[in-house]
């Protein structure tokens, strides 16, 4: 079959109607492959990078919102044809403020030639093939709903209309649906093996405000909505979609962008806490900050569509000012830094959105953030207050966990190992001249804990540790005191360990030697349960 040169050459060609409202005429809901007579000018192009789409909604600089759009833009399209295996016909109305738009699109394939096949010697597309294999060519039917446009007949005979995209705006002129179909030509070369045609398909929603601020988007051209034909904008629900959805400053600046997934399966995202019908979804707020660290400040958040957000994350360290204490100011220098906040036991509502977080402190909550030590600092608060009732500094394990009173003041620490003598310093050798302890501590490796209480004049007392025992002599196994010179003939490390993993206890109890718990999974509970060492959630998700 050939293809008249004539026709590869057509320009754009106005069909204007007289009808008194723009768009009338572009797409028929009831019949989405009826090409439009008028009301309409068409244009063609060859597809490929000519090729004109929808572009969902984009960020420009620091958290500006581009809102759905026609890609290219009118005034960027050029007039165009057909390439060798097809193209587009791009269906243009007046937008009703003296401008044009992209109202429908329909996607068309030369009947002989395929884009999927691999080329010709001369370069031209390969042959098209049926499915079983035999180069066929996609026979010609009459299409009244393409050969009433008299444009269109002229195609017909030499390429046919794979699929049908029409565009939707509301009174203001913002794009807010988009529907496609496809033809059935699209399987006139498989009959025994059809794809499953798109019929009707609602692929494409979005909601605008009284202001003509984008509020909720959902969908692209390239997977529809629903399999469901005729669905509508209205009838979907939060998770059987993914959408997007956003909230603004009074003077129209972005605030913030939630995303809500698709629902892959009925337990997707969820854990055994979380309710039917309940589901995860991520956004960000941009901080509008002044004075000279200013500027559009981003914060991260993932949260529940019903219970709010359960944790948050920035780079902007000056984030909940409000919480920070006088350590904060030994932030990490090196590398990236990075704020968050965890609130283990209750999210806290979508609201504190609206109030740059202001409203934080309202609510229990986990600041973490790199001390320059190389720790990571955890800091607990309690709702309504701004100074933490405990503090955790971490590396591998939690190494020191000091606990506040209401006062804030400081009542106990709990060592585990070691750890930099930037953080605090240890001075165990004094208590050990003084009379109190009376064995070596453990302070690395295993069951290395020590406690210390503070009085109301903030004076410290060591009240528990460590050490290992030999238990053939039934004595503490290290020289006490430990600074000094050691009578006990030295073990080579392999004779070391191997004596210690058979006659060797972990015991710990006051500092005078009185043992109170031995063992190490015994010496781990007796510290959760006595001390309330690491006993505290972290994250909303963890399990304790």
């Known amino acids: 079959m050939s293809v008249k040169p004539g026709v590869l050459g057509l320009l754009v060609v106005a069909l204007w109607a007289t009808s008194a409202r723009a768009g009338a005429a572009c797409s028929d809901r009831t019949d989405l492959l009826s090409s439009p007579v008028s009301g309409v000018s068409l244009l063609f192009n060859g597809g490929a990078r000519d090729r004109v789409m929808l572009r969902g909604q984009r960020f420009d600089g ?8 026609m890609m290219p833009a009118v005034a960027e399209l050029k007039q165009g044809k057909f390439g060798p295996a097809g193209g587009q016909v791009v269906y243009l109305e007046p937008d009703g403020g003296g401008g044009q738009r992209v109202c429908r699109l329909e996607q ?8 999927m096949e691999r080329p010709q010697p001369d370069g031209t597309p390969g042959l098209r093939r049926d499915e079983n294999s035999i180069v066929r060519a996609v026979p010609y039917r009459a299409v009244p709903a393409q050969e009433r446009n008299p444009i269109l007949a002229k195609l017909t005979p030499h390429y046919y209309m794979t699929r049908a995209e029409a565009y939707f705006y509301d009174q203001a002129g913002s794009l807010v649906e988009a529907r496609l179909q496809e033809t059935a030509d699209v399987n006139a070369l498989s009959p025994r093996l059809p794809k499953t045609l798109m019929l009707d398909r609602l692929a494409f929603c979005a909601e605008y405000n009284a202001k003509g601020q984008l509020i909720s988007t959902t969908g692209n051209m390239s997977e529809t909505l629903s399999k469901v034909p005729g669905a509508q904008c209205a009838g979907l629900q939060v998770g059987e979609v993914a959408l997007y959805t956003y909230r603004y400053y009074a003077d129209g600046a972005l605030l913030a962008e939630f995303r809500t997934p698709q629902r892959k399966k009925e337990d997707d995202g969820l854990d055994a806490r979380d309710a039917p019908g309940e589901w995860r979804g991520q956004g960000n707020a941009w901080l509008d900050v002044t004075g000279p660290a200013g500027g559009r400040k981003d914060v991260f958040f ?8 359960y944790s948050l994350s920035t780079e902007y360290m000056g984030f909940a000012a409000y919480d920070a204490q006088p350590l904060y100011k030994e ?9 968050q906040y965890d609130f283990p036991t209750q999210p806290v509502p979508l609201s504190v959105v609206d109030d ?17 030590s190389g720790s990571t600092v955890m800091e607990f608060f309690d709702a309504n207050r701004r100074m933490p009732r405990q503090r955790q500094w971490r590396s591998a394990d939690l190494n020191r966990q000091e606990m506040y009173g209401a006062d804030g003041g400081l009542t106990r620490v709990i060592r585990y190992g070691g750890m930099s003598q930037e953080v605090a310093r240890e ?8 009379g109190v302890l009376k064995v070596t501590p453990t ?12 009085d109301a004049k903030g004076k410290e007392s060591l009240v528990f540790v460590c050490w290992q025992h030999d238990v053939p002599s ?8 430990w600074w000094t010179p050691d009578p006990t003939p030295k073990r080579s490390k392999e004779d070391a360990l191997i004596y210690g993993m058979k006659n060797v206890a972990n015991r710990c109890g006051t500092p005078d030697g009185k043992m109170l718990i031995q063992g190490l999974a015994q010496i781990n509970a007796y510290m959760a349960s006595q001390y309330g060492y690491d006993v505290e959630k972290l994250s909303y998700d963890e399990v304790r």
């Open 356 to 372: 740059q977080f202001a409203s934080l402190d309202k609510y229990p909550r986990v600041r973490t953030y790199p001390h320059r």
């Open 302 to 309: 993932g949260f529940f569509k019903t219970k709010g957000i």
């Open 108 to 115: 068309w394939e030369n009947r002989v030639h395929s884009p």
């Open 62 to 69: 620091e958290g500006s919102l581009r809102v759905p759009r």
């Open 474 to 481: 039934n004595k503490p196994l290290r020289h006490f005191p």
């Open 443 to 454: 302070t690395s490796g295993y069951a290395s804990y020590r406690v210390y209480d503070y």
């Open 331 to 339: 932030l990490s220098s090196n590398g990236f830094k990075k704020l």
């Open 427 to 434: 001075d165990l050798k004094r208590y050990a001249e003084s």
